[in-house]
């Protein structure tokens, strides 16, 4: 006889084709009708709030005279909350991100005393091998999964799944859903016939003889009735034992079974039985642009600079970081971070994330002017404070923007030693719109408005250096000769010819043809699935080179190249082979000088209609297989799924298509050449079908359609809404920025290094002396040079921060690659001590640090 778990629960979507105020006054209605039915009936229970705490938030907005009744219902067990804050996507979203949604969410749980100590994730659209890593930080030893699982990966719905640092947590997956016995019947007879059919579908793949029956679907009210009807069924047949239970008692029975459970190690991301939307890692991809650039912003930026604010005794706004963080997470569901909503839902999750990023720079604006207040000049003109947030001394290239009306200026250190700087763009600007005090001026003050690159050498670690502005002064250096052929420095070259670019690693000398080659195509999809028509009619930029440009400048090289592409404008004219449109993308390609890399910047005036925009990079590389970073990790992904052989014959609900997820990061490489691409913001890459040696990097999709139905690689039924949504033909200019990394001896130390340095830059800060907003001086005195401390660590740094619960500091990096590292202590003042990610002890700290796992050290 199998033992049949019912777990009642709703799925609640906080915005998907309606929008989050939609979705609130639903919950109130929802709510009130769960706690007045669980008040009448005290044997009604438990109920799962979709392991999400952000719901008791939404509903105690609306509704906080109720706060009493739920109280109660949470703390006799009968409702169940957290442990995240909100549902997740574990792909595109980045590492302290799924971190932080932990420890705010199981935080909200500890308010409320009481919390599910299961990870359920119910809808992310595929699940990151790293996903056990994160629960067993936090003491979760269980998780419950729907999408991405199939037989092909592990035989069984019950395994242990390993991480890749060794972490282990027991799994059940959903084979067919939280919604596979929805609206069931209460009139015993009509659910007695309803069952049979789930009950075998959910027992195909169990190990054990029990079962798992999730009552409840999206938004879907309380199926108060299902647990009496199947308990008057326990004695009209001898097949089932039905019991009230919950994933907590459900894992309780599993482990008690003494079964022997398979294993698994890895990602799930097969679309077997359930779609898992490999599009969504490119659809509005100014979204996830915007949400990768926030979350660096609050971690390895704001963070860094308030807790060295902190240690020289400023304030620390950790509510208010809390609260930056707590918004951002709720544009990081499945539905809203991957794009796959309405126009109107989508203009709300860009407004919450760009109300983010507007908060968090005022943040760092404003601390980095009470820290340029509190330092004595020891030089010269006006202060330009430069922040660097890796734990390590380095010399960085920083972006600035200067205002001063004079043609001539010079940057010295703390010395008078006079600093290199590129002039990298100038425009005209009127001061009143800068200065608060001039807003009310008869006329215009016009400054020179210059943007530059500064060589900032010997910066100290996680903390920053004075620099000094002196303007009408000369630069103090010499330009170098303008005349160049190619971009070239001491590592590689860059060539041009007839627009084909070739790229020459001069330490190997390996030659790399057809670089970041432009390949537009067509795509006949939807907000969730990328879909190629039968047969594309691919547009290159091959011939289309309109004007290209070289320059030499005293940090950098840099080659401009203006593109114009003859292209159809939307489906039916690249089906009728009409070039009726113009694609217009101007690259910029610089060489620095000192680095070992090619920074590429890319403008998009798009002006086309369904259709998707990549750059190509050949490799020559002729492996089975290939890399991308993962949360705190990286992952080995085969070039060719050995699924796209039998998905049409087995019937899939989509093709297991070679479109992946990274982080920033994808590396295509043997034991010694090869290339990685690491970009800002760019979440999606291709092997594409027939060139299993090339990196395609997704720039944008252009669709029109939120769902539809029949697509060749995902036939049957619309997925979402057939609803118009306009707005994700990206319309409009985008910009793009990558780095293209050739490689020399595989995956070594210099390599790591230079992707860390790229993808987290240092932060400048002009002391104009006068400020769009006035603060009275804090009367506080700082050092011109200031470290917090230092980690001559491999790890790459991840966060410095305020620590949750107790006046210390939070230190995190993570190994990168695929070798262990050495665990090293941070050199700090203050008592040290190694913790989890939930920032409690770990007890003896290893002597290394395997592959894919986060260190993490409390300063106290």
């Known amino acids: 006889m199998k033992t049949v778990h019912l777990v009642q629960h709703t799925h609640w979507d906080r915005e998907w084709y309606f929008t ?6 639903v919950l109130y209605y929802f709510m009130l009708d769960l706690l007045t039915r669980m008040e009448q009936d005290e044997t009604l229970g438990p109920f799962i709030l979709d392991g999400q705490t952000v719901m008791l938030e939404d509903f105690l907005a609306v509704a906080p005279e109720q706060r009493e009744r739920l109280q109660k219902l949470v703390t006799d067990g009968r409702v169940l909350i957290g442990p995240w804050y909100t549902q997740s996507d574990f792909l595109v979203v980045g590492a302290e991100s799924i971190a932080r949604n932990l420890l705010f969410g ?17 809808d992310s659209f595929g699940q990151s091998a790293q996903l056990p890593m994160f629960l067993s930080e936090f003491a979760i030893d269980s998780a419950v999964i729907w999408r991405g699982w199939c037989e092909r990966d592990v035989a069984r719905s019950e395994f242990y799944w390993r991480a890749q640092g060794g972490q282990s947590v027991l799994t059940a997956v959903l084979p067919w859903g939280y919604g596979c016995a929805k609206w069931l019947p209460t009139e015993p007879e009509k659910l007695g016939e309803a069952l049979p059919p789930i009950l075998e579908k959910q027992a195909r793949f169990s190990a054990t003889d029990h079962l798992l029956l999730p ?12 647990p009496e009807a199947l308990e008057q069924l326990n004695s009209r ?16 029975a599993l482990r008690a079974s003494g079964e022997s459970l398979p294993e698994w190690c890895g990602e799930l991301l097969s679309p077997k039985y359930m779609r898992i939307h490999r599009g969504i890692f490119s659809t509005r991809a100014d979204i ?8 660096q912003l609050l971690s390895q930026t704001l963070e860094p600079l308030l807790a ?12 208010a970081v809390e609260t930056l ?5 709720k544009s990081h569901a499945h539905d809203s971070i991957g794009g796959c909503n309405s126009d109107r839902v989508n203009q709300m999750v860009k407004g919450r994330l760009q109300s983010g990023k507007e908060s968090a720079q005022q943040l760092f604006d404003l601390n980095m002017k009470m820290l340029a207040e509190g330092i004595e000049a020891r030089q010269q003109g006006k202060k330009i404070l430069v922040f660097n947030p890796l734990p390590r001394t380095r010399d960085a290239e920083v972006s600035l923007t200067l205002f001063t009306p004079e043609h001539a200026f010079r940057i010295v250190d703390e010395n008078g030693n006079a600093c290199v700087w590129q002039l990298l763009h100038e425009a005209p600007q009127d001061m009143s719109l800068v200065v608060q005090e001039q807003s009310n001026s008869t006329s215009p003050t016009w400054y020179r408005k210059c943007q530059i690159l500064l060589a900032a050498r010997d910066l100290p670690a996680c903390g920053y250096q004075t620099f000094y502005l002196q303007e009408g002064e000369s630069s103090g250096f010499e330009l170098p000769e303008p005349q160049i052929s190619a971009l070239e420095n001491v590592w590689l070259r860059l060539e041009i010819n007839a627009g084909v670019l070739t790229l020459i690693d001069k330490r190997s000398g390996e030659v790399y043809p057809h670089i970041l080659r432009l390949v537009d195509g067509e795509d006949a999809g939807d907000n969730y699935n990328y879909s190629p028509p039968e047969e594309d009619w691919k547009i290159t930029g091959d011939g289309c080179l309109h004007h290209s440009n070289l320059e030499r400048g005293p940090l950098k090289d840099t080659l401009l190249l203006d593109w114009r592409i003859p292209a159809p404008v939307d489906s039916a004219s690249r089906r009728a082979r009409r070039l009726d449109a113009l694609l217009e993308v101007t690259m910029t390609l610089s060489l620095p000088h000192d680095r070992a890399w090619l920074d590429v910047e890319i403008e998009v005036n798009n002006t086309l209609r369904d259709h998707r925009l990549q750059v190509e990079l050949p490799t020559d590389i002729h492996q089975a297989f290939h890399f991308a970073d993962q949360p705190f990790g990286l992952i080995q992904r085969e070039n060719i799924p050995g699924a796209l052989t039998v998905w049409r014959q087995e019937n899939w609900t989509e093709a297991p298509a070679s479109l992946w997820p990274m982080q920033s990061l994808a590396l295509l490489h043997d034991r010694q050449r090869g290339l990685g691409v690491v970009t800002a913001g760019l979440r999606e890459y291709e092997i594409p079908v027939g060139q299993p040696d090339t990196l395609a990097i997704t720039l944008f999709r252009s669709v029109g359609w939120l769902g539809q139905a029949a697509l060749p690689w995902r036939p049957g039924r619309a997925s979402g809404m057939v609803l118009p949504s306009p707005d994700s033909q990206m319309p409009g200019i985008h910009r793009f920025h990558l780095a293209v990394l050739p490689m020399n001896n595989g995956q070594d130390g210099a390599f790591w290094h230079a992707v ?10 002009l002391d104009t002396g006068w400020s769009r907003f006035r603060t009275n001086p804090h009367d506080r005195s700082f050092p011109s040079r200031f470290s917090v401390l230092n980690w001559e660590s491999q790890l790459h740094f991840s966060t410095l921060k305020k620590a949750q619960n107790e006046e210390a500091l939070l230190l995190r990096g993570w190994n990168p690659g695929l070798e262990q590292l050495k665990n090293i202590m941070p050199d700090a003042d203050g008592q040290l001590e190694q913790v989890t990610l939930a920032e409690l002890p770990v007890g003896n700290s290893p002597d290394s640090v395997a592959a894919g796992k986060p260190v993490s050290w409390l300063i106290r």
Do not use: I
């Open 20 to 25: 989050e105020n939609d979705s609130k006054v």
């Open 106 to 122: 199981l935080a909200d749980c500890k308010a409320w005393g009481s919390y599910m100590p299961v990870g359920y994730v119910p």
């Open 215 to 226: 009552n409840g679907n999206d938004q879907s009210p309380f199926e108060y009735g299902v």
């Open 237 to 252: 047949q001898q097949e089932y034992v039905f019991k009230r239970s919950s994933f907590s008692d459900f894992f309780s």
């Open 288 to 295: 996830k642009q915007l949400n990768a650039s926030l979350e």
């Open 308 to 319: 060295l604010g902190w240690r020289l005794g400023l304030p620390y706004p950790q509510h």
């Open 325 to 329: 963080w707590r918004e951002a997470m």
């Open 756 to 765: 860390e340095q790229w993808r987290t830059p240092a932060s400048g800060y």
